[in-house]
Nanobody, 128 residues
Framework: QVQLVESGGGLVQAGGSLRLSCAAS????????MGWFRQAPGKEREFVAA????????LYSDSVKGRFTISRDNAKNTVYLQMNSLKPDDTAVYYC?????????????????????WGQGTQVTVSS
């Protein structure tokens, strides 16, 4: 079992920045591909970014590429999402997720159903 706790959400004006953190506990953090997803009201949960353990390969959705940066600190069991140039369309609940994939060298899935563990979510609101 892996427990994930997100933090860092809040209200920010368009063009601003936020950094989300996800602290993991339980199983060996480094065995997991870590991802961020988001869900806006009335919409399905969508992939934002993910990072593997080996080599730090990352994958981003087209909507955030160039603005968001995912990183992880395996020594601290934490994954981060730095969000810059935020837009009102980025408003959503952001979820951290873990996919057990100790040998993965690239992110192999952007599908929520493929991720094994989820945090409770943190609200990000971007005002225009």
């Amino acid at each position: 079992q892996v427990q994930l706790v997100e933090s860092g959400g809040g209200l920010v004006q368009a063009g601003g920045s936020l950094r989300l953190s996800c602290a993991a506990s339980g199983r060996t953090f480094s065995n997991y591909v870590m991802g961020w997803f988001r869900q806006a009201p009335g919409k399905e949960r969508e992939f934002v970014a993910a990072i593997v353990r080996i080599g730090g390969s990352t994958l981003y959705s087209d909507s955030v590429k160039g603005r968001f940066t995912i990183s992880r600190d395996n020594a601290k069991n934490t994954v981060y999402l730095q969000m810059n140039s935020l837009k009102p369309d980025d408003t959503a609940v952001y979820y951290c997720a873990a996919d057990f994939a100790p040998l993965a060298i690239v992110v192999h899935s952007t599908t929520p159903a493929d991720y094994d563990y989820w945090g409770q979510g943190t609200q990000v609101t971007v005002s225009s």
